[in-house]
């Protein structure tokens, strides 16, 4: 059974930045596609961005318009981590952070709060 541990969430000032990381167990990584997604208290729970697996693939990437030239998704399949830089941060973007391996495996999540 895979599973997916998020690091790196926490407090944060407006405009600052924070990096998460999703360690995933299992060999097989590498072939699916990954995301982050996020819920805020009383919201549901919505993509912040994606990233596409495979041997061969070319890494292709998606985000919510709300996030775009703010965060950057990104992956090391040697290391089976899933990352998440976050910049230009506000206070909208708090909520607990969770990432995904394909369609149904889910991390524990990390809380991000962004405020001053």
């Known amino acids: 059974q895979v599973q997916l541990a998020e690091f790196g969430g926490g407090l944060v000032q407006p405009g600052g930045s924070l990096r998460l990381s999703c360690a995933a167990s299992g060999s097989e990584f590498i072939f699916y596609p990954m995301g982050w997604y996020r819920q805020a208290p009383g919201k549901e729970r919505e993509m912040v961005a994606t990233?596409?697996?495979?041997?061969?693939?070319?890494?292709?990437?998606n985000y919510r318009d709300s996030v775009k030239g703010r965060f950057t998704i990104s992956r090391d399949n040697a290391k089976k981590t899933l990352y998440l830089q976050m910049n230009r941060l506000k206070p909208e973007d708090t909520a607990v952070y969770y990432c995904?391996?394909?369609?149904?495996?889910w991390g524990q999540g990390t809380q991000v709060t962004v405020s001053s």
């Open positions: 995904r391996q394909g369609s149904r495996v």
């Open positions: 990233i596409s697996g495979g041997l061969y693939g070319d890494n292709t990437t």
